[in-house]
DNA sequence: TTGCAGGGGTCAA
DNA sequence: TTGACCCCTGCA
C-alpha cells in the first residue's frame, strides 16, 4: 500500500481489510487506547503514534516517514493482502459470518518481550485488569512517552527489570504472575533465551522453546509466536475459541488436542487468522458452552 | 455490607 | 488428569 506525507501526517489511501477497532480492540494488544474522536493512541517499540481510519484512509500522526517504513508498516501488517485469506478461510458460513463481523483485524507484529510479558500477565485474567497491570509495570520502568499533551510510557526492555525481585512487583498486583514475570526477565537476560533466534525456529521448535519460560503454556505461547513471530499457523486455544470451536464443530466434551486438531485441519497454516475471528465473533456475541 | 464465583491458564503432584 | 493459585471485579 502506498502512502504519501501531507502536513507531517502518514495517509494510505484505499486501505482494505483494516478497522482500528477491529485490529486493536480484538484482544491482540493491551496498548491501546481509544480517543473520544474515534481515533486509537498506541505504544510499541518505544514510540506512541495515533492512527484513525477516515473514507478509507488511514492516518498517522505523531510519526515520522523514516518510523512509518521501519516501524508501522510491519506493526500494523499492511504489507499483507488480506483477502485471498478470508477467501481461504471462508470454509463455511460459521467462518463467512466471523470473518464479516470482524472483517477489519489484522495480526499485528509486536514485540517479543513485551508480547510475552503481557500474555504471561493474561493469564487467568480480565483484559481490563491486564492493561492495568501492563500499564503499572510501563509507567514504574519505561520512558515517557507523549502525543500532544498525552502521556505515556513505553514498555520496559528486559534489561532495565535485570536483578528485580518479587517484593519490588508487589505493586503490580499481579499475584503469582510476578514470579513468572520475574522467571522471563532472568532467562531473557541471562541469555538462555535468545528472543531474536526464535523468529527463525519453525513453529514447534520456537513453542518448545519459549515454554521453557515458567507461566509460558501453550496458550500464552501460541499468542506470543502469533502476535509477534508472524507464525500464522500458531491457533491460541482459550476459553472463548474452545467454546466456539465446540459448539461449531465439535461436542462439548471435546479436548483441547481435538479442537486444535481441527483448527488444523479446517484452517491449516492460517489458523491464527481464523482464531482471531472467531475468538472476536465469541467474546463480543457472548457465545455461551453449549452445555449451558 | 459481606461473600462468593469466576476470569483470554499454568503448575505440580 | 485434577485442584490450587494471586488478586480483582461483578453481582447477589
Same mark, same amino acid.
Given at each position: 500500500?502506498?502512502?504519501?506525507?501531507?502536513?507531517?501526517?502518514?495517509?494510505?489511501?484505499?486501505?482494505?481489510?483494516?478497522?482500528?477497532?477491529?485490529?486493536?480492540?480484538?484482544?491482540?494488544?493491551?496498548?491501546?487506547?481509544?480517543?473520544?474522536?474515534?481515533?486509537?493512541?498506541?505504544?510499541?517499540?518505544?514510540?506512541?503514534?495515533?492512527?484513525?481510519?477516515?473514507?478509507?484512509?488511514?492516518?498517522?500522526?505523531?510519526?515520522?516517514?523514516?518510523?512509518?517504513?521501519?516501524?508501522?508498516?510491519?506493526?500494523?501488517?499492511?504489507?499483507?493482502?488480506?483477502?485471498?485469506?478470508?477467501?481461504?478461510?471462508?470454509?463455511?458460513?460459521?467462518?463467512?459470518?466471523?470473518?464479516?463481523?470482524?472483517?477489519?483485524?489484522?495480526?499485528?507484529?509486536?514485540?517479543?518481550?513485551?508480547?510475552?510479558?503481557?500474555?504471561?500477565?493474561?493469564?487467568?485474567?480480565?483484559?481490563?485488569?491486564?492493561? %492495568?497491570?501492563?500499564? +503499572?509495570? =510501563? /509507567? &514504574?520502568?519505561?520512558? @515517557?512517552?507523549?502525543?500532544?499533551?498525552?502521556? *505515556?510510557?513505553?514498555?520496559?526492555?528486559?534489561?532495565?527489570?535485570?536483578?528485580?525481585?518479587?517484593?519490588?512487583?508487589?505493586?503490580?498486583?499481579?499475584?503469582?504472575?510476578?514470579?513468572?514475570?520475574?522467571?522471563?526477565?532472568?532467562?531473557?537476560?541471562?541469555?538462555?533465551?535468545?528472543?531474536?533466534?526464535?523468529?527463525?525456529?519453525?513453529?514447534?521448535?520456537?513453542?518448545?522453546?519459549?515454554?521453557?519460560?515458567?507461566?509460558?503454556?501453550?496458550?500464552?505461547?501460541?499468542?506470543?509466536?502469533?502476535?509477534?513471530?508472524?507464525?500464522?499457523?500458531?491457533?491460541?486455544?482459550?476459553?472463548?475459541?474452545?467454546?466456539?470451536?465446540?459448539?461449531?464443530?465439535?461436542?462439548?466434551?471435546?479436548?483441547? %488436542?481435538?479442537?486444535? +486438531?481441527? =483448527? /488444523? &485441519?479446517?484452517?491449516? @497454516?492460517?489458523?491464527?487468522?481464523?482464531?482471531? *475471528?472467531?475468538?472476536?465473533?465469541?467474546?463480543?456475541?457472548?457465545?455461551?458452552?453449549?452445555?449451558?
Amino acid at each position: 500500500m502506498e502512502y504519501y506525507k501531507e502536513n507531517g501526517i502518514i495517509k494510505i489511501d484505499g486501505v482494505k481489510d483494516f478497522h482500528p477497532v477491529h485490529t486493536f480492540l480484538c484482544g491482540q494488544c493491551f496498548r491501546w487506547v481509544e480517543n473520544s474522536d474515534g481515533s486509537f493512541d498506541g505504544i510499541a517499540y518505544k514510540k506512541a503514534v495515533n492512527v484513525s481510519l477516515t473514507k478509507g484512509t488511514l492516518i498517522i500522526k505523531n510519526t515520522s516517514e523514516e518510523d512509518y517504513n521501519n516501524i508501522w508498516r510491519h506493526y500494523l501488517d499492511l504489507d499483507r493482502d488480506y483477502a485471498p485469506l478470508k477467501e481461504i478461510l471462508s470454509v463455511d458460513e460459521n467462518l463467512k459470518k466471523a470473518i464479516e463481523y470482524g472483517y477489519g483485524i489484522r495480526i499485528l507484529n509486536q514485540e517479543p518481550w513485551e508480547c510475552l510479558v503481557s500474555f504471561i500477565i493474561s493469564t487467568q485474567n480480565q483484559i481490563p485488569r491486564i492493561k %492495568k497491570i501492563v500499564n +503499572a509495570l =510501563s /509507567e &514504574r520502568y519505561g520512558e @515517557k512517552i507523549q502525543i500532544e499533551d498525552r502521556v *505515556y510510557y513505553s514498555f520496559p526492555d528486559a534489561e532495565s527489570l535485570k536483578g528485580i525481585n518479587e517484593e519490588e512487583l508487589m505493586f503490580l498486583k499481579a499475584g503469582y504472575r510476578a514470579g513468572y514475570i520475574i522467571d522471563a526477565v532472568n532467562k531473557i537476560t541471562s541469555g538462555e533465551i535468545d528472543l531474536e533466534k526464535i523468529f527463525d525456529m519453525d513453529y514447534l521448535s520456537a513453542k518448545k522453546e519459549l515454554m521453557k519460560i515458567k507461566g509460558v503454556g501453550e496458550k500464552v505461547a501460541d499468542c506470543v509466536l502469533l502476535f509477534s513471530y508472524g507464525k500464522t499457523e500458531a491457533f491460541p486455544i482459550d476459553v472463548w475459541v474452545g467454546r466456539i470451536m465446540r459448539n461449531l464443530y465439535l461436542s462439548e466434551n471435546a479436548s483441547i %488436542k481435538d479442537i486444535r +486438531a481441527e =483448527s /488444523e &485441519r479446517l484452517f491449516g @497454516k492460517n489458523a491464527g487468522l481464523a482464531q482471531q *475471528y472467531l475468538f472476536y465473533y465469541a467474546r463480543d456475541n457472548s457465545i455461551q458452552d453449549s452445555s449451558k
